[in-house]
Structures are given as C-alpha cells and as structure tokens.
C-alpha cells in the first residue's frame, strides 16, 4: 500500500469546517446566486487551502465548505462507505479505486465521461477510474512508493545506495543493525508487506492477468501467491532487523524516527519530499524496491491516485459549480497548486510536473515505466478495501508470530470467500 500517502488528522474549527450531515442536497445557493459546495476529502484542510483558496478567487460566487474525518486512509474510506451506505455523500469528494465498484453500483457519483476537463487527464488514470465502461472520477495524478534512506546512517555500514536484490537489502539492514543504528527499517501498521505489493507486480509482467486478477478469477489463491512473498518479508523479522513493534506503529511514527535520524530505511513516496527537506541535519535520497531475483524487474506500489467525484444526486447551479471546481483543479494552475500542496505527481496531458532530483529514479523506474502494482485493483469485488485492509491484519499477525505465511494466505481465501 502507499505509505503515509496522508495523514489524516482532526479537522481544525475554522470557517470551512462542516458536518456532513444532510450532504449530497441542492441546497446552498442563495439569493444572490452564491454557491456552497460541501467537498470531503482524505487529507487535512491545510493540505489543501491552497487549492480552495485558488479556485475561490477565480470563482468569488463558489464557496466552498471542506471537511475530512480523523486517522489513516483506511479510516477515511471507512467514513465514505458509512456515507454510501446512508446516501449521505457529498457534493465533491476524493473517491478510492477500492471503493469506487460500490459508488457505482448505488448510483452515487455522476458520469465523467464526456466531460470536457477529462480529455486533459492521462489514459491510465482514466482507465483506473472506470467501471462499466464509463469514467466516473478525475483523477489528475499518480503515485508511487520508494525507499527513502538515510545516507549517513547508510554509510555507517559501508553504503552509499540500497542494494537491488532482497537478499542484499537484508545483509544490509543486519549489517547497519551490527553497527549500532537502532532501526535499519520499519513500516507502519497500514502499510505492512509493501515489498510484497512490489514482487507481485513483477511476477504480474509479462502475464495475461495481475496475480491479483488471477485470485480473483478463481485461477490461484492467497495461500500459493502470497504465502511465499509473506515468508520472503517475514525475514525482516527473524533477522531482527525490524521488530515485531511496527504492529503498532501509524505512519508518522515512523516518518518521525526517520526525520530525527534514528530510522535508516522506510517505504515512503514524493509527499513526503517537503516534510524530509524542512527536516534538520537530515542527509537523505530515494532508492527502488528491491528485487526477489537480480533478473527481475523492480516494481512498487502504486496506481493513479484516487479521483475527484461528483454527487449524482447535483444539478442546477451546484452541478455547474462542481463541474467549475473540477475544470479548475485539472487546469495548469490546479495542477501545480495540487502538486506543491499535495506531494503529488501530476499525470495529465497538459502539464509536465518538476520534480525534487532526489526522486529522479523512482519517477523514471516507476510512474513513467509504469512499474506500479497496487493488488486491490485486481479484485474483482465490492468490498475491496475491507480484503485490502485484512492484507495488513495478517501481515501483524505474522510479525507477531501468531501466524505462519501459509495461514495467512488461507485466512486471506476464507475472506475473500466472504466477500465474493
């Protein structure tokens, strides 16, 4: 999964703080003919005031009313099937790929297709934002993991960049463990087993369908793909070099022990570029996953990023201001606020986004190859995020010693099996 993407905090009181209660209405235009569009989103309203602020001074009659919900990404997509479920969605809000199956089959967002905006957004986005044929969120960029690494502390064991193969990673990390850097790698409890999404996409190359598919479609199980991958990555733990303790780890937990130098290695990705470079005395550069086998491709995880949605329920004047706020966010200007502000990497037709040098390889080795790999997307499912999010509860339960590899990939059957 994609590492600390965001992290969702507590919506500040502010005046563009709201209850999403009574969402997804016409209300909110009023006699002068000023418009409130309510937009829920899965990052913080600092994050992104300096798109709402942008759109607003070109659109003085739009106002628009933010909110978010309080955790990790699991929690925001948590809140948004609760809105589902009770039709209480929204009039904008930030859609997953996991969940957008179910916004689809409860008729819940409006069609994109034909829009004109979506001709400036790129064919992959598209084609991860379609269901039945039909373009249904804009999504304007992509994302990708990377290995961020703390280049002093590398040095310490006599390195100066990651090494390719897994089975050098680990020498590595025991060899940064021998040399007194308490943690040589961590993950966060959201994100347990991200090289595993990594060899999935390579064993996915070059096939017919992802492994993912494959499962899906009855054509292999959790149990003979993934059980094997969890036990490669449970060597983390027999080797000691990352503790059974990431079980209880958020992600800024683990963004903070690599900020302050205490964390050699961690999965992380582009937004995290501003946090690191703010960071004092904090010598680092990005590095690929490594790889099962040298002849292998190197793949990480990650997709288009999840689309802008527009309640199915607008129209009139709310319905031309959500279509204004989109044409707005996907425009050159949209485009570069969202990238400063958001981390992200914009991946339209219209825009060339400029990078940090620092994550010059992964963007070339991941998002312009297109060597991302995100297993959900391969599901074939409503509830994809629940599957999704059981990866990481028996991942723990390995980490823990609690469960073999081989019990996990059969309890990930017996899940799916639920939720066929």
Known sequence: MKFARTTLAALAAGAMALSLAGCGNNSGVDANGNVTLEFFANNTEDVYKPLLTGFQKKNPKIKIKFSTTTGAQAGYQQTLQTRISGGRLPDVFIAPPEQL?????????????????????GDTNKEQSSVDGKVWTMS??????????????????????????????????V???????KEPYLEPKGGLGAPVEGWLGAESKGQSQTIDQQISDKKTTFEKAYSPLYAKWEELIKKGVMGSNVTGLGDDQVRTEFVNGRLAVMPSGYWDVNTFNGAKNLNYSFGLYPKLKASDESFAPGSADSGYAISA???????????????YISSPEGLKTAQDALGS???????????????????????????????????????????????????????????????AGKNLDAKLATLR
Request: charged share 30%; proline share 4%.
């Open 175 to 181: 060899k940064l463990k021998q040399a007194g850097v």
């Open 140 to 173: 304007i960029s992509s994302w990708s993991n990377a290995m961020a690494y703390n280049k002093d502390l590398l040095a310490k064991a006599g390195y100066d960049k990651l090494p390719e193969t897994w089975d050098e990673f680990l020498d590595m990390l």
């Open 345 to 407: 990497i914009p991946s339209t037709k219209n825009f060339t986004p400029q990078l940090d040098e620092k994550f010059k390889e992964p963007y070339e080795q991941y998002i312009k190859k297109g060597n991302i790999y995100l297993n959900s997307i391969g599901w074939d499912i409503t509830g994809r995020s629940t599957l999704r999010g059981a990866t990481y509860s028996e991942l723990a339960q390995v980490a823990l010693g609690k469960e073999s590899p081989v019990q």
């Open 313 to 327: 329920k607008l129209s009139g004047e709310k319905l031309k201001a959500a279509e204004k706020f989109l044409d």
């Open 101 to 121: 199956p179910a916004l689809v089959k409860a008729h819940a967002v409006k069609d994109l297709t034909s829009e004109s905006f979506m001709d400036r957004i």
